[in-house]
């Protein structure tokens, strides 16, 4: 396997070899404090704040952990800085103009429009930090360079000087050129490169022209930074440079990692640096997402101990979820078997028929047969089987009618177990759907825990299950799915209620009948998607902070009704001792 860290470094040296002394200086010891050097003495006032924002499309932060770029890792020294950064932790379709215009716009795609072309951005409710920035002051300027026409003729329309260039050694040149002599307050550099080779080739970490990508954006990093120093009133002036990418990149599923929140999206994954001689080194690390508990409770199927009193809640209105000839359907559910490697005769689980395997009532039915949970309706070529789920673990289970395609298909834990074909029967019937306990059965062993009962009046694809089925709580904001749930019963909160609450509003809520029986619980399962908060989300920089952030170096308090989504990060000042 290549040494990817030594081509890395092969290529450092290589391409430092091209620059002055000056610059291979720079790039072995820290940037200049001048704070250090003239604290106190200087006039450094808000006026005299300015930004340095660089932009770079396609860069995966943990790629810069994986290889410690030389510039980047001088520049931490004096950052408030992430590898973990997210692009966007709210859209599910993530999409490189999305990431743009959400570092530009500091909002959501639900304000400014964006899907997968800057074109369609709404900057009359969006409008840019620039564009707000000048309208609170006149005399504010700024300038920018880009490979990009769209990004000029949109997020970059109101910059006072901006050129779009034919690449990024141009954008370089043209920011280097700029920052010598201006007097603006912001300079942005738009850099592509990393995307271009990361599209053509891959984001991989052991892809050698994507790496030598990235040395080569380190390389333009110093030189950037090499510029900014050297400018002639640089110790009486208040620089940040804001570092950062637009969006990550696709790599090769790692089967190791179990992480199914935003955090082990490898597209959403970017870096983010806060960098000034003034701040002191501050890393924010990703929060452990593995250590967060599946927890509530759900329904408890005691059917070896309770008998014909087991458990059970029925829909009072019998036409809901019924699934006509040419209608397909998808039904997911959690379970968990409390006896280790029990083995049961046809426990029912859910039930839309009188009985079950009954070929003269049109329905359909989920039981537990052989340690494994088992779908029957009429017109379908056999039942179908999941794998092995009486191991006391929790497991989901989704089972997909598709008229369509013809094919009836279960899955467990997101992976296929079993299909057939799926016919066209009618499984209409005036029967009230039933969870648990079914009147009239004869089983009398089992003893099983179910929760998050979803049924969607469409046919989830293969990708699909894999994507949301694990979801502990589908909402509008996480599933495209969400308005296709005919009825939806998480159950988590319903302990000590007589009804099993319906947050789909569509079928009802179902009453329980004979004993009402829980389990609670509070674990980690590796495909199962917690309900995780937000907040989670904003424990490391997102795009849309970068605005906040820039309002606030200029000294600029933003307005409540800009209905800007990020938050404000404080810079990690040093404190002298004199």
């Given amino acids: 396997m290549l040494n990817m860290r030594k081509i890395f470094e092969n290529f450092k040296v290589s391409a430092l070899m091209t620059f002055s002394i000056l610059v291979l200086s720079s790039c072995n010891k820290d940037f200049p404090n001048l704070l250090k050097e003239d604290y106190g003495s200087t006039d450094v006032s808000i006026s005299k704040n300015k930004v340095l924002l660089v932009v770079v499309d396609g860069l995966r932060g943990e790629v810069l952990t994986d290889l410690e770029p030389e510039n980047l890792r001088v520049i931490a020294r004096n950052a408030l800085y992430t590898n973990s950064s997210l692009a966007d932790y709210a859209t599910e379709n ?16 639900d304000v400014h429009k964006v899907s997968s072309d800057l074109g369609s951005i709404d900057l009359q409710a969006a409008p840019t930090f620039v564009t707000r920035l000048k309208a609170n002051d006149s005399e504010f300027t700024s300038e920018a360079y880009t490979t990009s026409a769209v990004v000029s003729s949109t997020l970059l329309k109101d910059v006072d000087k901006k050129e779009v260039v034919i690449n990024d050694i141009e954008v370089v040149n043209k920011t280097k ?144 979820l019924n ?82 395609n013809n094919r009836s298909k279960i899955y467990t834990d997101g992976e296929l177990s079993d299909e057939t074909n799926a016919g066209t029967s009618n499984l209409t019937n005036t029967f009230p759907l039933m969870f648990g306990r079914h009147p009239g059965s004869e089983y009398n062993t089992g003893d099983f825990t179910v929760c998050n009962f979803q049924f969607y009046n469409i046919a989830f694809s293969d990708e699909d299950v894999r994507k949301y089925s694990g979801l502990a709580m589908v909402k509008p904001d996480n599933s495209p799915y969400y308005n296709n749930l005919q009825g939806y019963w998480p159950m988590y909160n319903d ?10 509003g569509k079928a009802g809520n179902m009453t329980i009948i004979n004993k009402s029986s829980w389990s609670t619980f509070d674990e980690l399962v590796p495909f199962i998607i917690p309900d995780i908060n937000e907040s989670t989300f904003k424990l490391v920089p997102n795009l849309i902070d970068i605005p906040l952030f820039i309002y606030q170096w200029f000294g600029v308090l933003p307005q409540e009704q800009w209905q800007l989504k990020g938050q404000a990060w404080t810079p990690p000042y040093k404190v002298f001792e004199y």
């Avoid at 993530?94 to 795609?109: D, M, W």
């Avoid at 302990?495 to 789909?504: I, M, P, Q, Y």
């Fill in 323 to 404: 699934i006509a000839g040419n209608e397909s359907a998808t039904i997911t559910f959690f379970f968990k078997q409390n006896v280790i490697d029990q083995v049961n005769n046809y426990p029912a689980l859910f039930m839309k028929r009188p009985k079950f395997d009954d070929g003269a009532v049109p329905g359909w039915q989920v039981l537990m047969s052989g340690g494994k949970a088992e779908l029957g309706h009429n017109g379908s070529g056999k039942k179908l089987v999941t794998k092995l789920i009486n191991d006391g673990k929790w497991h989901v289970v989704t089972a997909i009618i598709d008229r369509t």
């Fill in 495 to 504: 302990n000590g209620k007589a009804v099993l609450t319906d947050v789909s």
């Fill in 94 to 109: 993530f999409t490189q103009a999305i990431g743009l215009a959400n570092l530009f716009t500091g909002v959501h795609p």
């Fill in 177 to 320: 050129s700029t920052i010598a002599t201006t007097e603006s307050s912001l300079v942005i550099s738009h850099l592509s490169n990393p995307y271009v080779i990361g599209e053509a080739n891959s984001y991989e970490t052991n892809d050698i022209k994507y790496v030598e990508a990235i040395g080569q954006l380190d390389v333009q990093v110093g030189e950037l930074i090499n510029a900014l120093k050297s400018r002639t009133n640089y110790a009486n002036e208040n620089w940040v440079v804001i570092l950062t990418s637009s969006i990550g990149g696709e790599i090769t599923a790692d089967q190791s990692n179990t992480d199914n929140t935003v955090f082990g999206k490898s597209i959403q994954n970017t870096f983010t640096y806060f960098y000034s001689p003034k701040f002191g080194r501050k890393y924010i690390a990703k929060p452990s997402t593995k250590t967060i508990p599946f927890s509530g409770a759900g329904m408890r199927l005691l059917y070896s101990t309770d008998g014909v009193q087991a458990m059970a809640a029925r829909l009072d209105d019998a036409s809901k």
